[in-house]
């Protein structure tokens, strides 16, 4: 009976960590950096150049998903290439194939909102406060940390991955996971915005009266009495109408911004 060795798991499981973006392109996006990770394993398993070179044709197709919760299925299919190679039934390139395209749209989303929409935020959020004044220690809490847990968290998800085999398919797609990917969207959301009222700060220095005492009244206190940090609000929700409505580059918004910001600073609008 042929088995994958420790080592070899650790080869494809490193080259998915530092390569899954490998020759990265549109057409095939992680394609190479999948076949890259699973290069090792068709070679323990099949003897021939010939039984290689068919085996990983296997994961020619196009392949793209969140890079970190996604290497589960480098994982499942390390458990399905081995029980292929030992003959088990109903494990053939369809199969297989069905199993990458079934999960790389789940994960994407659960990995979108969990890691990239809620984790790092929380952790950069971290960081910018570590490295207020300058401290180097805001960027080196993000490396670290990030760098460890992801690796952490990638190791651990893989070796299931490979434990499962197909069986993981149900736990991850099925109605309890949908359950939680939708939970997870939510929760992405909430952290999302909370972080834009955290770190974005957009004030009116406009004045619209004198009180009995002669001080000046503001529009911005105004505002806050009746809607706390509703620019804030206005102009997060215009930046995302541009680019999700409007199909407008984050650079382009970006540089608009900028350009608003200047005008309405010398304008005396925005403070």
Not at 194 to 218: K, R
Request: proline fraction near 4%.
């Amino acid at each position: 009976m042929k088995k994958i060795s420790k080592k070899t798991l650790n080869s494809s499981f490193w080259r998915w960590w530092y390569g899954n973006l490998t020759c990265f392109s549109h057409e095939h996006m992680q394609t190479w950096g999948y076949m890259w990770s699973m290069l090792p394993i068709i070679q323990e398993l099949y003897a021939t150049k010939e039984e290689q070179q068919e085996k990983l044709r296997t994961y020619y197709p196009f392949f793209n998903t969140e890079p970190q919760i996604g290497c589960i299925v480098v994982g499942i299919t390390a458990g399905l290439e081995e029980a292929r190679a030992n003959g088990a039934e109903g494990i053939d390139d369809e199969m297989i194939n069905g199993i990458r395209a079934g999960l790389m749209g789940p994960l994407a989303g659960i990995g979108d909102s969990l890691i990239v929409g809620t984790y790092i935020p929380i952790l950069l959020g971290i960081a910018v406060g570590f490295a207020e004044g300058g401290s180097v220690l805001g960027p080196l809490f993000y490396i670290v940390v990030w760098n460890l847990t992801s690796i952490i968290f990638q190791k651990f998800v893989y070796d299931k991955g490979y434990e499962l085999g197909g069986s993981a398919v149900e736990l991850i797609v099925g109605e309890q996971a949908t359950a939680f990917r939708e939970s997870v969207v939510v929760l992405g959301q909430v952290v999302v915005g909370a972080m834009a009222a955290s770190w974005v700060n957009i004030t009116t220095p406009i004045q619209i009266a004198t009180n009995s005492e002669g001080e000046p009244v503001l529009l911005q206190g105004n505002l806050d009495g009746a809607f706390p940090k509703i620019l804030t609000m206005l102009f997060v929700l215009f930046a995302w109408w541009l680019m999700a409505k409007k199909n407008i580059t984050p650079i382009k918004v970006l540089f608009l911004f900028v350009i608003i910001g200047f005008l309405g600073s010398v304008a005396g609008i925005l403070g």
